[in-house]
């Protein structure tokens, strides 16, 4: 990193907003045509430059040069066959991006547009969401570009096999423990502990979380995103003397993440009126049947267009995009990263939307975001508002290491108490530094602190 180098034996003259700028360029030269990655980056690195300020031995000590280049990044080649004989070829992927506060953790995502650029994003916004959640969980993320869509589960096994021989050579209950999100659910993680504990030769149950409740996994982590968002929106609301009850919600996606925050918006009181998949939405204005929502998803493996066919009071609406055109006081985009763009976040504005909450990682554009906090709209960011899933991960492997398993009850609570400490946080890292009401800030203040001091302690390594 030679432009780097030169620059730090200047650097008394660099104020902290070169410096960010400086790191930033740095990052699109090295890292050329991955701008998913690079718009995770420039998030973070703008809030940082009055933390820089205020202290300037994160920029003595290149903290911030370190902290965006990964520690380590894997990419291999996952070869199976298909259940006609032919053999494919897959790319796997793992980051390990920062092991300053704990093991590295995240999850594994299949999906056809998995690339370096998506892991990166990933990666870099778990080191942050991980560090929020108060536990002792460095950050890391990793997954494929296959496509479970259409696949047998003898296909998925091999495939998730394949991988699993590959992968299981980096990690480890004390090195980096993976999980879900999306392609990755509780039947991928069954195929892939299986292979873990094949290979070991041993049952080391904190490898991987998520795991089947029979088998090691924790009671409450199916619903903990989706409950840990709506938690997390909930203490936003109560700021304002808002609830949920009574309001209009729509959650995009109909995957894990959505599932729950419709279930949890719904317990308190909320009417969730719209949900999606990739190939379209449902508008249901009596309010979402979950439970026929979960039969199409959880059982059947259907597409969400069905709902309408089985539900005469709900109508389907080809494309993603349209979601966020329903009026609504509350949206949860809980699907993929750009889902609302500057236009959606003006319409949701326009129809009188109070807060946004983001389940999925990277929902909203910067465009977006600025749209929703120029018009004061109560917005809670991903690595905030989704770490509810990280977080009963990280107490999946404290029971794991305990050898105990705890009720689905002390479990919620915990997630509970976690999601209301994550979010005073936030507002109290957005107060100290004269940003007040933004969690963006707040919450890229608050994890990156935590990680950076950490990276002080232990010296240049
Ligand atoms: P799932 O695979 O269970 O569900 C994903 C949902 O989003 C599906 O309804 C899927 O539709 C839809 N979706 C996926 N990709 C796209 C796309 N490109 N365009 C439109 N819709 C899409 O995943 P999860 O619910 O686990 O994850 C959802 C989001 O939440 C992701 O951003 C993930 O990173 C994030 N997240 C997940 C956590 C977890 O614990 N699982 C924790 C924190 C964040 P279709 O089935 O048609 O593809
Ligand atoms: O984005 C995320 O936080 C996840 N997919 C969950 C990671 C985990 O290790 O539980």
Redesign the pocket.
């Known amino acids: 990193m030679p432009t780097l180098d030169i620059k730090k034996e200047n650097q008394q003259e660099i104020g902290a907003n070169q410096y960010v700028q400086f790191i930033f360029e740095e990052v699109q030269k090295r890292n050329p045509n991955e701008p998913e990655f690079h718009q995770a980056v420039k998030e973070v690195l703008h809030s940082l430059i009055p933390v820089i300020e205020k202290n300037p031995t994160y920029m003595k000590q290149g903290v911030l040069e370190r902290i965006v280049e990964p520690e380590r990044m894997i990419s291999f080649r996952v070869p199976w066959v298909d259940d006609s004989g032919q053999v494919k070829v897959n790319r796997g992927f793992r980051v390990q991006y920062n092991s300053a506060i704990g093991p590295y953790k995240g999850?594994l995502?299949f999906?056809p547009?998995v690339n370096a650029s998506i892991i990166k994003f990933?990666g870099f916004e778990q080191i942050f969401k991980n560090a929020l959640t108060g536990q002792p969980i460095g950050g890391g993320k990793g997954g494929s570009d296959f496509d479970p869509?259409g696949k047998s589960d003898g296909e998925i096994m091999r495939f998730t096999q394949s991988f699993m021989s590959e992968l299981s050579k980096y990690i480890g209950p004390d090195v980096d423990v993976p999980?879900?999100?999306?392609?990755?659910?509780a039947k991928e993680i069954g195929y892939l502990f299986g292979q873990y504990k094949k290979i070991r030769g041993g049952f080391e149950a904190g490898v991987l979380t998520?795991k089947g409740i029979g088998y090691g996994g924790s009671l409450a982590r199916k619903e903990?995103?989706g409950y840990g968002t709506v938690y997390f929106v909930n203490e936003m609301l109560k700021d304002q003397d808002l609830t949920f009850s009574g309001k209009t919600v729509v959650v995009?996606?109909?995957?894990?993440?959505?599932i729950y925050a419709i279930e949890k918006a719904t317990q308190l009181g909320a009417t969730v009126v719209a949900c999606?998949?990739?190939?379209g939405y449902i508008y249901d204005k009596d309010g979402i049947d979950l439970s026929l929502v979960k039969q199409l998803?959880e059982v059947e493996n259907e597409?969400?267009s069905e709902y309408a066919n089985r539900k005469p009071s709900a109508e389907f609406f080809e494309g993603?995009q349209g979601i966020w055109s329903i009026p609504c006081d509350i949206a949860l985009p809980?699907?993929?990263?750009n889902?609302i763009d500057e236009i959606s976040a003006k319409i949701l504005v326009a129809n009188g939307v109070k807060a946004v909450g983001e389940?999925?990682?990277?929902?909203s554009t910067l465009e977006a975001i600025d749209v929703f906090q120029q018009n004061n709209i109560l917005f809670g960011p991903?690595k905030a508002a989704?770490?509810?899933?990280?977080s009963v991960?990280a107490l999946e492997m404290a029971q794991n290491s305990a050898r105990l398993s705890w009720t689905f009850e002390e479990v919620d609570q915990k997630l509970e108490e976690i999601m209301k400490t994550i979010y005073k946080e936030c507002v109290t890292a957005a107060n100290e530094y004269n940003a007040p009401n933004n969690l963006v800030v707040g919450a890229n203040i608050a994890g990156f602190v935590k990680v950076a001091d950490a990276m002080l302690a232990q010296g240049v390594i």
């Open positions: 999850g995502r999906h547009s990933l869509k999980a879900g999100d999306i392609g990755v659910g998520g903990a995103t995009s996606g109909s995957g894990n993440v959505s999606s998949d990739s190939s998803k597409r969400i993603c809980c699907a993929t990263q889902e389940g999925a990682n990277m929902p991903a989704n770490a509810g899933g990280v991960s």
